[in-house]
């Protein structure tokens, strides 16, 4: 079993920045890719960004385009989300994945263990 636990979330003005940290602990694979993912009230679970094991692949929505970066640190097993020019569009849950799945996956059903997720609001 592999757990993953978020943290950074919060409120924050529009146009302003939060930094989300996702640790994994247990069984984490060798190569696992692992992704940010979004869902906003009344809305399907979408892609965030996704980063491969060594950080030479990234994937990112392209409503987040040029304003997200997905990152990674091996060594402490925790993936990031620094998220700058936030938009009240932003708003959601936000929750950490990871795959066994080779490659990037960026649909949800590929992903195989989830956090518990933390709420991004963005206000206007």
């Known amino acids: 079993q592999v757990q993953l636990v978020e943290s950074g979330g919060g409120l924050v003005q529009a146009g302003g920045s939060l930094r989300l940290s996702c640790a994994a602990s247990g069984r984490t694979a060798v190569n696992a890719a692992m992704g940010w993912f979004r869902q906003a009230p009344g809305k399907e679970r979408e892609l965030v960004a996704a980063i491969s094991w060594s950080g030479g692949s990234t994937v990112y929505a392209a409503s987040i385009q040029g304003r997200f970066t997905i990152s990674r640190d091996n060594a402490k097993n925790t993936v990031y989300l620094q998220m700058n020019s936030l938009k009240p569009e932003d708003t959601a849950v936000y929750s950490c994945?990871?795959?066994?799945?080779?490659?990037?996956?960026?649909?949800?059903?590929?992903?195989?263990?989830w956090g518990q997720g933390t709420q991004v609001t963005v206000s206007s």
């Open positions: 994945a990871t795959t066994r799945t080779f490659g990037v996956p960026k649909t949800p059903t590929m992903y195989d263990y």
